[in-house]
């Protein structure tokens, strides 16, 4: 297979849209993993005897390896070769989930997420940086668009893939599906992607991606840990010190060195800048809902993992069928309105959600979700383009990493903040509520929901009923504070967009600022 410059191509590369088919099924496969394994939380939390503590670190593990090291692997593909890069992550990937299937402790399940999270760290920048190389500037709104909905099909399959398998096997399963996915989506990217790199050939920015490492790590380790060891204890302070420093060293070396990973006055470009905020604050939300979904229809309404699954479609449903006509979307109205009306849109479904409780039917459900999955469909392909087309073509892979990064960091508060706020609402509900009950009972009952089934399991009849209609009372008051903190977030990042966002409406214009100084970009 020839390989492609890195800059953009002065006539369509052969065949791109099914390259482009082939790099959004290794998306596919990183995000739909992701799915099923939110859908199986409750049951790994069953078998594995974990912790709601456990059940975070499971999920949060994946994102914060994930997000540190999207910057510096795209950096790497840049210029090392993308295809290369992108190879290896699938072989990780792949051999990662298979271990995870087999593991006995909540601790290996998270060991192994974390080593899949290196995967998925090459795996993604690399979709999206090849994308951009091979379509022309005139394609690239349509093909990012492709790949949001593309993006949007994999949160449909990985519920539905992950109910199913639990209906016929044990929890391993959505892990162990994986392997052979791998494998096929292994021989189509040897088969037909390109190989692309960096032309000019820079030297790795090895100072730059040890210090994004450790600030990014230390970040979100102060706020993953918030909740659990609370937010003034020395770890977390510590942290959250050590992050600052590190940003503040990042910023410092790459005004200085000759070669940056990602010069910060690309910031300066509002464009870029509220792109990523935008995207930041989406994932909040998303990552956020999802991890309370996944309890909230399973222990709160006690439906199968499956049900619970078809349930959580229209979400992706929608993304899939709205994603794709963005582009027309930005050319009539402008990003400063589209993106501002898709964080206003999924704000409302947030809100929605915050209305919900174990007993409300379906229908209420469902249309919060079809609100929410228009709001990402608006914003998700929005913020992306942004992103990447402010940064020039030897940058794509950085800027589809930064992308990505955002995303998780997005995802990694989301758990972390709404899954706390979960917590306090539940804790404040069942508090002084337990005292007729065994002290094991009670202690367990007072941590999740999760824990407060599994007790009742134990329990006479009346006493279980008696507790499961406390913790589900308690379950409501949690998913609610947290779904309307999520609403107000969304907001606040809306009017800020709205406020800043260039009003110009197109501008094919990368801002480059080691060679031209920092543009301001407009969209």
Same mark, same amino acid.
């Given at each position: 297979?020839?390989?492609?410059?890195?800059?953009?191509?002065?006539?369509?590369?052969?065949?791109?849209?099914?390259?482009?088919?082939? !790099?959004?099924?290794?998306?596919?496969?990183?995000?739909?993993?992701?799915?099923?394994?939110?859908?199986?939380?409750?049951?790994?939390?069953?078998?594995?005897?974990?912790?709601?503590?456990?059940?975070?670190?499971?999920?949060?593990?994946?994102?914060?390896?994930?997000?540190?090291?999207?910057?510096?692997?795209?950096? !790497?593909?840049?210029?090392?070769?993308?295809?290369?890069?992108?190879?290896?992550?699938?072989?990780?990937?792949?051999?990662?989930?298979? %271990?995870?299937?087999?593991?006995?402790?909540?601790?290996?399940?998270?060991?192994?997420?974390?080593?899949?999270?290196?995967?998925?760290?090459?795996?993604?920048?690399?979709?999206?940086?090849?994308?951009?190389?091979?379509?022309?500037?005139?394609?690239?709104?349509?093909?990012?668009?492709?790949?949001?909905?593309?993006?949007?099909?994999?949160?449909?399959?990985?519920?539905?893939?992950?109910?199913?398998?639990?209906?016929?096997?044990?929890?391993?399963?959505?892990?162990?599906?994986?392997?052979?996915?791998?494998?096929?989506?292994?021989?189509?990217?040897?088969?037909?992607?390109?190989?692309?790199?960096?032309?000019?050939?820079?030297?790795?920015?090895?100072?730059?991606?040890? !210090?994004?490492?450790?600030?990014?790590?230390?970040?979100?380790?102060?706020?993953?840990?918030?909740?659990?060891?609370?937010?003034?204890?020395?770890?977390?302070?510590?942290?959250?010190?050590?992050?600052?420093?590190?940003?503040?060293?990042?910023?410092?070396?790459?005004?200085?060195?000759?070669?940056?990973?990602?010069?910060?006055?690309?910031?300066?470009?509002?464009?870029?800048?509220?792109?990523?905020?935008?995207?930041?604050?989406?994932?909040?939300?998303?990552?956020?809902?999802?991890?309370?979904?996944?309890?909230?229809?399973?222990?709160?309404?006690?439906?199968?993992?499956?049900?619970?699954?078809?349930?959580?479609?229209?979400?992706?449903?929608?993304?899939?069928?709205?994603?794709?006509?963005?582009?027309?979307?930005?050319?009539?109205?402008?990003?400063?309105?589209?993106?501002?009306?898709?964080?206003?849109?999924?704000?409302?479904?947030?809100?929605?959600?915050?209305?919900?409780?174990?007993?409300?039917?379906?229908?209420?459900?469902?249309?919060?979700?079809?609100?929410?999955?228009?709001?990402?469909?608006?914003?998700?392909?929005?913020?992306?383009?942004?992103?990447?087309?402010?940064?020039?073509?030897?940058?794509?892979?950085?800027?589809?990493?930064?992308?990505?990064?955002?995303?998780?960091?997005?995802?990694?508060?989301?758990?972390?903040?709404?899954?706390? %706020?979960?917590?306090?609402?539940?804790?404040?509900?069942?508090?002084?509520?337990?005292?007729?009950?065994?002290?094991?009972?009670?202690?367990?009952?007072?941590?999740?929901?999760?824990?407060?089934?599994?007790?009742?399991?134990?329990?006479?009849?009346?006493?279980?009923?008696?507790?499961?209609?406390?913790?589900?009372?308690?379950?409501?008051?949690?998913?609610?504070?947290?779904?309307?903190?999520?609403?107000?977030?969304?907001?606040?990042?809306?009017?800020?967009?709205?406020? !800043?966002?260039?009003?110009?409406?197109?501008?094919?214009?990368?801002?480059?600022?080691?060679?031209?100084?920092?543009?301001?970009?407009?969209?």
């Amino acid at each position: 297979m020839r390989e492609h410059p890195a800059g953009p191509s002065t006539e369509p590369y052969p065949r791109r849209w099914l390259i482009l088919v082939v !790099l959004c099924s290794s998306m596919v496969m990183v995000f739909s993993n992701l799915g099923s394994m939110n859908i199986a939380l409750p049951t790994m939390q069953t078998a594995l005897g974990a912790s709601g503590s456990d059940l975070q670190w499971i999920t949060d593990a994946h994102i914060l390896t994930f997000a540190c090291l999207l910057l510096p692997l795209g950096a !790497l593909g840049d210029r090392r070769g993308r295809k290369g890069v992108l190879l290896a992550g699938i072989v990780i990937f792949g051999v990662a989930s298979g %271990l995870a299937a087999f593991s006995t402790t909540a601790g290996q399940v998270i060991i192994y997420r974390t080593i899949m999270g290196v995967g998925a760290a090459l795996v993604m920048p690399a979709t999206l940086s090849i994308a951009a190389v091979i379509f022309p500037a005139s394609e690239r709104a349509k093909a990012v668009a492709a790949w949001s909905a593309a993006a949007g099909l994999s949160g449909m399959l990985g519920p539905v893939i992950g109910g199913v398998l639990l209906r016929y096997f044990w929890w391993g399963s959505v892990f162990l599906f994986t392997v052979p996915v791998a494998g096929v989506v292994l021989a189509l990217v040897t088969w037909i992607v390109p190989t692309s790199r960096d032309e000019a050939q820079r030297p790795l920015d090895a100072v730059g991606s040890a !210090l994004s490492i450790v600030a990014l790590g230390c970040l979100l380790y102060g706020i993953i840990e918030g909740p659990e060891l609370g937010w003034l204890g020395p770890p977390v302070i510590g942290g959250f010190g050590v992050a600052a420093v590190g940003f503040w060293a990042y910023v410092r070396w790459e005004r200085r060195t000759r070669f940056p990973m990602l010069d910060p006055a690309y910031f300066g470009n509002r464009v870029f800048s509220l792109g990523a905020v935008s995207a930041v604050g989406t994932f909040f939300a998303l990552y956020g809902i999802v991890f309370i979904l996944t309890q909230y229809f399973q222990f709160a309404q006690g439906h199968s993992p499956l049900a619970a699954g078809l349930r959580m479609l229209p979400v992706s449903a929608i993304v899939f069928l709205i994603a794709p006509r963005i582009p027309a979307v930005i050319a009539r109205s402008g990003a400063r309105a589209t993106i501002t009306a898709g964080l206003v849109i999924t704000a409302a479904g947030m809100a929605t959600m915050g209305t919900l409780s174990a007993a409300s039917s379906y229908g209420p459900a469902a249309v919060a979700l079809v609100v929410l999955g228009i709001g990402l469909a608006v914003t998700m392909p929005t913020a992306t383009h942004a992103i990447v087309s402010s940064l020039p073509s030897h940058k794509s892979g950085v800027g589809s990493a930064l992308n990505d990064m955002t995303r998780e960091t997005g995802g990694a508060i989301g758990i972390a903040l709404l899954g706390s %706020l979960l917590s306090v609402g539940y804790r404040q509900g069942i508090s002084g509520r337990l005292g007729d009950l065994p002290a094991a009972a009670a202690e367990a009952a007072s941590d999740s929901i999760g824990g407060a089934l599994g007790a009742g399991a134990e329990l006479p009849t009346e006493v279980a009923a008696r507790l499961h209609g406390l913790a589900t009372d308690a379950f409501d008051r949690g998913m609610t504070l947290a779904s309307w903190v999520a609403a107000g977030a969304l907001v606040l990042v809306a009017v800020i967009v709205h406020r !800043l966002y260039p009003k110009h409406r197109t501008d094919t214009r990368p801002a480059v600022p080691s060679e031209t100084g920092a543009a301001e970009g407009t969209a």
